[in-house]
C-alpha cells in the first residue's frame, strides 16, 4: 500500500464550480500537510499548509484535515480556467531525524470557461 | 518565479551515458532536495543536502550521487543511463534544515529524455 494515495482524475469542471480534491494516507507518522499547484511544464508551488485536523481558508481555497480518517482535502471555490493545474498533494514526517515529503501523484484538473 | 534555478532544461542523451544535472537555491537557502517526477512514480524524493551535508535519502539509485558546493549550488549526477530515467528533475530548495516549519521552493525542473 502506497503511503499516500491520491486520484490522478483527469477532473474536468466549469467554471464557477466548486472543486473537491482529496487524499488518503496510511501513515499515521505525518504531521503536516500541504497542497502543490504544478501548471504545465513548470515545478509545483506550494498552495496550503496545515498542521492540525480542521480546516484553514485561504481566498477561494479552502484545506481540510482529518487525522482520526486519514484523510486530507483541498476545496475550489469559484474555480477559474487559471485554476487549471495538476494538484499534489504533500505530507512530511520525520525519517532518520530527518522530514521526508511524501507526495500524491497529482489530480489533473481542467476548468472550463 | 521561486527563485530556484536549474540547468539545462532540456537533456536528451543515450543509454549509458553520463549526464549532470546543477541547481542553484534561491538566495539565503541553506538546504536543497531533489525529485524525480515520471508519469508512472509521480514526484519521487530523491535526496536532501543542508549546507554541504547529505541530511536524508529517499529512493535514489546507486547510480545516481548528488553533492552540494560551498556556495550551495548542488549538483545531480545521473550514470549508466537507462531508458526508464527519463524523466523530469526537480530542485527544490528551503531555508534551514527540513524541520517541519521549512517551505520548499521548487525549480523549473530538468527534463531528460534517454534515447
Known amino acids: 500500500q502506497k503511503e499516500v494515495e491520491q486520484d490522478p482524475g483527469p477532473l474536468s469542471v466549469p467554471e464557477g464550480a466548486i472543486v473537491s480534491l482529496n487524499c488518503t494516507y496510511s501513515n499515521s507518522a505525518f504531521q503536516y500537510f500541504m497542497w502543490y499547484r504544478q501548471y504545465s511544464r513548470k515545478g509545483p508551488e506550494l498552495l496550503m499548509y496545515?498542521?492540525?485536523?480542521g480546516n484553514k481558508e485561504d481566498g477561494r481555497f479552502t484545506a481540510q484535515v482529518d487525522k482520526s480518517s486519514k484523510y486530507i482535502s483541498l476545496f475550489i471555490r469559484d474555480s477559474q480556467p487559471s485554476d487549471s493545474a495538476t494538484y499534489l498533494c504533500?505530507?512530511?514526517?520525520?525519517?532518520?531525524?530527518?522530514?521526508?515529503?511524501?507526495f500524491g501523484k497529482g489530480t489533473k484538473l481542467t476548468v472550463n470557461p | 518565479d521561486s527563485g530556484v534555478t536549474q540547468t539545462p532544461k532540456h537533456l536528451i542523451t543515450a543509454t549509458g551515458q553520463r549526464v549532470t544535472l546543477r541547481c542553484s537555491p534561491r538566495s539565503g537557502d541553506l538546504s536543497v532536495y531533489w525529485y524525480q517526477q515520471s508519469l508512472d512514480q509521480g514526484l519521487q524524493f530523491l535526496i536532501h543536502?543542508?549546507?554541504?551535508?547529505?541530511?536524508a535519502k529517499g529512493n535514489i539509485l546507486e547510480r545516481f550521487s548528488a553533492q552540494q558546493f560551498p556556495d550551495l549550488h548542488s549538483e545531480l549526477n545521473l550514470s549508466s543511463l537507462e531508458l526508464g530515467d527519463s524523466a523530469l528533475y526537480f530542485c527544490?530548495?528551503?531555508?534551514?534544515?527540513?524541520?517541519?516549519?521549512?517551505?520548499?521552493?521548487f525549480g523549473p525542473g530538468t527534463r531528460l529524455t534517454v534515447l
Open positions: 496545515t498542521y492540525s485536523s
Open positions: 527544490a530548495s528551503s531555508p534551514r534544515g527540513g524541520t517541519s516549519t521549512d517551505t520548499q521552493y
Open positions: 504533500a505530507m512530511r514526517r520525520t525519517q532518520g531525524g530527518s522530514e521526508k515529503l511524501v
Open positions: 543536502y543542508y549546507n554541504g551535508e547529505e541530511r
